[in-house]
């Protein structure tokens, strides 16, 4: 490569921005050819012996080396998951290999990890900061997990291992997104449409004019396929579409070549090989080596108990949900796809509200508005938009500073697309670091999949987003605010980097508590029409419902955070138990309502086969823990001054929990801002489970 071709390139551009605008897929190998070359070759200076290992000569220049090659490659990974082409995915899925096979050989470089070695038992460790010796303590752990101490052979069998995992997880991402978007529905006679909500048909009806079809359109994204599900009184309809959405990437979705069964079980087949080169019984105990929790049967054991107290609640739950739906909805028999309906309209009649009137409170400026006014009140920061390339025309891109400072800044993503994966997400897009130009601060990517604004006579409406979809707005943003809100300046340990898998989502549970609060809803809410905040009329049922059938949630999360960690721990391949009999056997124990037979949700469960949670997805329950007992806190400040947002607590909060990162151990960060070991009381009271 030239190097005009090298100056060209925006991705080995980091002076500023990622330049979402100019890159192109044909930027990609290049970049990565230069990068890699780089990382390769300091890593052979740094292989070198050394009179002494230091920071500063050590580990500084590797971390400056290899957070380059992060950067850049992220941006690629996010691209991927946002605005997924064929051309992107082909040369994604054509480097990937590279990168994993660099970054293992990094893992397993024995020169390295005796150098990490060297510096932990140097006499100058003690006089390095927390977060530095935190660093270097999870170098040496982590490369114990890559395999550094294995023998050249098995080193050379744990590499395969990990590229063909990379490239399995990524197939069965893919598959789970080309059978999302592969899939529509139409209707052409609106007659069949009854129940559906006015905005709902409107963006039916646009996506059908966007494909020239008459009638109305619906797909397997989110906002599209579950108002069906919610609202659609045509139980055929229902019925359709759940189907559909339960069998995608299976053997009994459309295409053959979508279906995820043999990847499942290639990725368990080796991760179970994994674990076992490293020494662990399975890969369950391998994920938790570096999380709060000691053992996977303490796990189990949590989970169990958790399923044990909801199931009670769980069971009531659904005997008076299949009582309505027999006298009042004529459904002698409850479906799958007759639950959400069903349960919409007991709401209705037991609430007096709707989903979709709340919805009208809710313009996607006024949340927006309201979630940063929230922080700024609790933090003591300021949000102002900004700007900076990005990759779609609906992408927003805002600053934080504190006393005219900046301290992070971050892209919002907020609606569905064809090409862009479901779900929503904080990834990072720069860590913040100290360099020789001084601090560098740090980017977050927000994603979400809400409905994009409705054109109604040629007009763009603002979004109007569910209370849920609040919900989801203010978990994503709090993962960004423990990114961008780091005073840490190692990017080992800044932000969410090093922090416990099993306590990253303290402060995205903990911002949801917000949404509940009659204050901070009067700055959220203004209707579409009238432009009133949300009545306390309304805003009081919405508190009575606030609990409405947690206990089949509750026994949700403990079902699918139980098949996480069993398949984990003690499924075998080819053995006399299949996926789908493990996970039945765990409905069994845990489960009130049982899907139909039919059902594949295992197939198009990304976040342990394709995401960062295998033997980890018990985190959302565990952090729940943590989170509504923090927010505990802010609950007894304004037993005294009448407002949960206290400034004060806020402080507290950041400084102990935001400010600290990965620095230390997540337990003593909560106990440093709660003064005691976390208790689960909280969690039971939120969730009206309270004895």
Same mark, same amino acid.
């Given at each position: 490569?030239?190097?005009?071709?090298?100056?060209?390139?925006?991705?080995?551009?980091?002076?500023?921005? $990622?330049?979402?605008?100019?890159?192109?897929?044909?930027?990609?190998?290049?970049?990565?050819?230069?990068?890699?070359?780089?990382?390769?070759?300091?890593?052979?200076?740094?292989?070198?012996?050394?009179? !002494?290992?230091?920071?500063?000569?050590?580990?500084?220049?590797? !971390?400056?080396? /290899?957070?380059?090659?992060?950067?850049?490659?992220?941006?690629?990974?996010?691209?991927?998951?946002?605005?997924?082409?064929?051309?992107?995915?082909?040369?994604?899925?054509?480097?990937?290999?590279?990168?994993?096979?660099?970054?293992? @050989?990094?893992?397993?470089?024995?020169?390295?990890?005796?150098?990490?070695?060297?510096?932990?038992? @140097?006499?100058?460790?003690?006089?390095?900061?927390?977060?530095?010796?935190?660093?270097?303590?999870?170098?040496?752990?982590?490369?114990?997990?890559?395999?550094?101490?294995?023998?050249?052979?098995?080193?050379?069998?744990?590499?395969?291992?990990?590229?063909?995992?990379?490239?399995?997880?990524?197939?069965?991402?893919?598959?789970?997104?080309?059978?999302?978007?592969?899939?529509?529905?139409?209707? !052409?006679?609106?007659?069949?449409?009854?129940?559906?909500?006015?905005?709902?048909?409107?963006?039916? *009806?646009?996506?059908?004019?966007?494909?020239?079809?008459?009638?109305?359109?619906?797909?397997?994204?989110?906002?599209?396929?579950?108002?069906?599900?919610?609202?659609?009184?045509?139980?055929?309809? *229902?019925?359709?579409?759940?189907?559909?959405?339960?069998?995608? $990437?299976?053997?009994?979705?459309?295409?053959?070549?979508?279906?995820?069964?043999?990847?499942?079980?290639?990725?368990?087949?080796?991760?179970?090989?994994?674990?076992?080169?490293?020494?662990?019984?399975?890969?369950?105990?391998?994920?938790?080596?570096? &999380?709060?929790?000691?053992?996977?049967?303490?796990?189990?054991?949590?989970?169990?108990?958790?399923?044990?107290?909801? %199931?009670?609640?769980?069971?009531?739950?659904?005997?008076?949900?299949?009582?309505?739906? %027999?006298?009042?909805?004529?459904?002698?028999?409850? &479906?799958?796809?007759?639950? /959400?309906?069903?349960?919409? &309209?007991?709401?209705?009649? *037991?609430?007096?509200?709707?989903?979709?009137?709340?919805?009208?409170?809710?313009?996607?400026?006024?949340?927006?508005?309201?979630?940063?006014?929230?922080?700024?009140?609790?933090?003591?920061?300021?949000?102002?938009?900004?700007?900076?390339?990005?990759?779609?025309?609906?992408?927003?891109?805002? %600053?934080?500073?504190?006393?005219?400072?900046?301290?992070?800044?971050?892209?919002?993503?907020?609606?569905?697309?064809?090409?862009?994966?479901?779900?929503?997400?904080?990834?990072?897009? %720069?860590?913040?670091?100290?360099?020789?130009?001084?601090?560098?601060?740090?980017?977050?990517?927000?994603?979400?999949?809400? /409905?994009?604004?409705?054109?109604?006579?040629?007009? $763009?409406?603002?979004?109007?987003?569910?209370?849920?979809?609040?919900?989801?707005?203010?978990?994503?943003?709090?993962?960004?605010?423990?990114?961008?809100?780091?005073?840490?300046?190692?990017?080992?340990?800044?932000?969410?980097?090093?922090?416990?898998?099993?306590?990253?989502?303290?402060?995205?549970?903990?911002?949801?508590?917000?949404?509940?609060?009659?204050?901070?809803?009067?700055?959220? /809410?203004?209707?579409?029409?009238?432009?009133?905040?949300?009545?306390?009329?309304?805003?009081?049922?919405?508190?009575?419902?606030?609990?409405?059938?947690?206990?089949?949630?509750?026994?949700?999360?403990?079902?699918?955070?139980?098949?996480?960690?069993?398949?984990?721990?003690?499924?075998?391949?080819?053995?006399?138990?299949?996926?789908?009999?493990?996970?039945?056997?765990?409905?069994?124990?845990?489960?009130?309502?049982?899907?139909?037979?039919?059902?594949?949700?295992?197939? @198009?469960?990304?976040?342990?086969?394709?995401?960062?949670?295998?033997?980890?997805?018990?985190?959302?329950?565990?952090?729940?823990?943590?989170?509504?007992?923090?927010?505990?806190?802010?609950?007894?400040?304004?037993?005294?001054?009448?407002?949960?947002?206290?400034?004060?607590?806020?402080?507290?909060?950041?400084?102990?929990?935001?400010?600290?990162?990965?620095?230390?151990?997540?337990?003593?960060?909560?106990?440093?801002?709660?003064?005691?070991?976390?208790?689960?009381?909280?969690?039971?009271?939120?969730?009206?489970?309270?004895?």
């Amino acid at each position: 490569m030239t190097t005009t071709d090298i100056a060209a390139n925006p991705l080995l551009d980091f002076s500023g921005y $990622a330049q979402f605008d100019a890159i192109q897929p044909e930027h990609v190998t290049p970049a990565l050819d230069k990068l890699l070359a780089d990382a390769s070759r300091l890593v052979t200076e740094l292989e070198a012996p050394m009179a !002494e290992v230091t920071w500063d000569n050590f580990v500084k220049p590797l !971390e400056s080396a /290899t957070e380059k090659l992060g950067r850049a490659w992220s941006v690629v990974g996010h691209l991927n998951s946002v605005m997924d082409t064929p051309a992107l995915r082909a040369t994604y899925n054509e480097n990937q290999p590279r990168l994993v096979e660099f970054w293992t @050989s990094l893992g397993q470089n024995l020169a390295l990890f005796e150098k990490y070695k060297a510096l932990q038992a @140097s006499p100058a460790f003690a006089s390095l900061s927390a977060a530095r010796r935190k660093v270097v303590d999870n170098a040496v752990r982590d490369f114990r997990l890559s395999g550094a101490e294995l023998a050249e052979d098995k080193k050379e069998r744990f590499a395969e291992i990990q590229e063909k995992q990379a490239m399995l997880t990524t197939r069965f991402s893919e598959n789970v997104l080309d059978a999302t978007n592969d899939f529509a529905l139409f209707v !052409e006679d609106e007659a069949e449409l009854s129940g559906l909500p006015a905005d709902v048909k409107q963006a039916a *009806r646009a996506a059908a004019e966007k494909d020239g079809k008459p009638g109305y359109k619906f797909t397997l994204h989110f906002p599209s396929y579950f108002p069906v599900l919610q609202y659609a009184d045509n139980r055929a309809l *229902r019925e359709k579409i759940y189907r559909a959405n339960a069998t995608k $990437a299976s053997e009994l979705g459309a295409k053959p070549e979508w279906d995820n069964s043999a990847n499942i079980d290639q990725i368990l087949q080796l991760r179970k090989e994994e674990a076992q080169l490293l020494g662990y019984a399975n890969f369950a105990e391998v994920s938790l080596v570096a &999380k709060m929790a000691k053992s996977p049967s303490e796990v189990i054991a949590f989970l169990e108990d958790l399923g044990q107290r909801a %199931r009670p609640f769980g069971q009531k739950d659904y005997e008076e949900l299949k009582a309505f739906a %027999r006298e009042k909805l004529g459904l002698d028999e409850l &479906k799958a796809w007759d639950s /959400t309906y069903a349960s919409e &309209k007991l709401r209705e009649q *037991r609430y007096a509200f709707s989903e979709q009137e709340v919805k009208q409170y809710f313009p996607e400026p006024k949340v927006v508005g309201g979630l940063f006014q929230v922080a700024q009140q609790l933090f003591g920061v300021q949000i102002k938009p900004d700007s900076a390339p990005v990759w779609h025309k609906d992408v927003k891109f805002f %600053r934080i500073e504190r006393d005219g400072q900046l301290v992070g800044q971050f892209y919002l993503d907020l609606y569905a697309r064809s090409g862009k994966r479901g779900g929503a997400w904080m990834d990072d897009a %720069r860590a913040r670091r100290l360099t020789a130009q001084g601090v560098q601060t740090p980017i977050a990517y927000l994603v979400c999949n809400f /409905t994009e604004p409705a054109v109604v006579d040629g007009v $763009a409406k603002p979004a109007l987003f569910t209370h849920d979809e609040v919900i989801t707005l203010f978990h994503e943003f709090g993962h960004g605010l423990h990114h961008m809100l780091t005073q840490v300046d190692e990017v080992g340990v800044s932000g969410i980097s090093g922090v416990e898998w099993d306590a990253v989502e303290l402060p995205s549970q903990f911002m949801e508590n917000f949404c509940w609060e009659w204050d901070v809803l009067q700055q959220l /809410t203004a209707h579409a029409d009238t432009g009133e905040p949300l009545p306390r009329a309304l805003y009081d049922k919405m508190i009575a419902a606030k609990n409405f059938q947690s206990g089949l949630q509750m026994l949700r999360q403990v079902e699918f955070s139980l098949f996480d960690m069993l398949i984990h721990h003690e499924y075998e391949v080819g053995g006399n138990q299949t996926v789908q009999q493990l996970l039945d056997s765990v409905r069994d124990r845990i489960a009130v309502i049982r899907p139909p037979e039919f059902n594949r949700f295992q197939h @198009s469960f990304s976040h342990i086969f394709a995401g960062g949670y295998a033997a980890g997805y018990y985190s959302y329950k565990w952090a729940e823990v943590l989170s509504a007992d923090a927010y505990s806190a802010f609950e007894e400040a304004a037993a005294g001054s009448g407002n949960v947002i206290s400034l004060e607590t806020g402080r507290r909060f950041q400084q102990e929990i935001l400010a600290v990162g990965g620095s230390r151990p997540a337990i003593e960060s909560f106990k440093a801002f709660r003064g005691r070991e976390p208790s689960i009381d909280a969690l039971l009271r939120h969730s009206g489970m309270a004895a």
